[in-house]
């Protein structure tokens, strides 16, 4: 599935960082991603650690650069602009003290230009990647929110699947308007990957066939959306088997051009989006690749804590390939 944004990142180098360069699984996956000349690579952390845990695991390090958060040149630079960046809310000695740990180290490096993209999350909580995100790069301009997307694969007989699926890591509750710009960024993501989004806004109820307040925030996000004439189509409010079935979408919602094609599902909240992905994933025999996150200034993203060295090289592939 990553084949054209590998070409495309072959033909234009950017350079990644990863906020815990002595872990094994990154130093794996940052080897093969420099060998395999898809992108450069930083790594953060004492220099002595991370060629110690190279070493252990028999990676070399040739073509990689490591920068020490406890031993940077440029730290008193880097201080003075996250003070300048957190306006009040943190004191040059507090900036200090979070620029010795990776996450926000590597943050800041994505913000100063020293590096095109950040992933972080092996031994880091989603939380510790998200907040110095949100403090120091902050979300796009018009974007209120950082919300995530997983993208599901699977080959079959008949060729390629291909889904995008959010907020399925982010957003507990979104409102409305949360809603809204998790579509819309939501269909942006799925550009990236081939799919041309077709967005249905998922829930128990198919065009009024059922009430309920949730029912009414899906139809009323949809209408919001359509408000800003997007460059995609998107229907809702929408159960799973209408937006998917073409069969179903005949009786259920016969008007609908997304009905029956959707490829793109926005979920109302976190739970219904978290135990659908893992549904497809488990049982369709789906790959879900992600979370990938939405909506920020820089494309940043997050690692679960259980992920295996090939995880690690997918998600750092996706994540410069949607710069």
Do not use: H, W
């Amino acid at each position: 599935m990553l084949d054209e944004i590998i070409k495309t990142l072959k033909a234009n180098r950017r350079k990644i960082v990863f906020t815990e360069g002595e872990d094994p699984r990154i130093l794996e996956a940052a080897t093969r991603l420099v060998a395999d000349g898809i992108m450069d690579v930083l790594l953060c952390g004492d220099p002595e650690k991370v060629k110690a845990a190279a070493a252990a695991g028999g990676f070399k390090l040739d073509g990689i650069e490591i920068a020490d958060p406890k031993n940077y040149p440029g730290m008193d630079i880097m201080v003075e602009t996250m003070v300048d960046l957190r306006k009040g809310k943190m004191t040059a000695e507090e900036c200090r003290a979070a620029l010795q740990k990776g996450n926000y180290f590597g943050t800041m490096l994505v913000k100063m230009g020293k590096a095109d993209g950040l992933l972080g999350g092996a031994t880091y909580s989603t939380a510790d990647t998200v907040r110095p995100a949100l403090q120091i790069v902050k979300t796009k301009p018009g974007n209120k929110l950082v919300s995530s997307c997983f993208i599901m694969y699977r080959e079959t007989e008949k060729g390629v699947e291909k889904y995008a699926m959010a907020d399925c890591a982010i957003n507990i509750n979104p409102d409305e308007d949360g809603l809204a710009e998790i579509a819309v960024e939501t269909a942006r993501t799925a550009r990236v990957f081939g799919i041309d989004p077709k967005v249905a806004m998922l829930s128990y109820s198919t065009k009024g066939s059922g009430k309920g307040e949730s029912v009414d925030m899906m139809r009323n996000a949809t209408e919001k959306v359509k408000a800003m004439n997007p460059d995609f189509e998107i229907d809702g409010e929408l159960q799973f088997d209408a937006a998917f079935s073409p069969v179903v979408a005949a009786t259920k919602a016969k008007d609908s051009s997304v009905a029956g094609k959707a490829n793109t599902f926005i979920f109302p909240d976190i739970n219904a989006g978290n135990i659908g992905y893992k549904i497809a994933q488990r049982l369709g025999g789906f790959e879900a690749y992600g979370p990938i996150l939405q909506g920020l200034n820089a494309p940043i993203n997050d690692l679960s804590r259980g992920c295996n060295a090939d995880e690690v090289y997918a998600m750092a592939i996706i994540t410069l390939g949607t710069i």
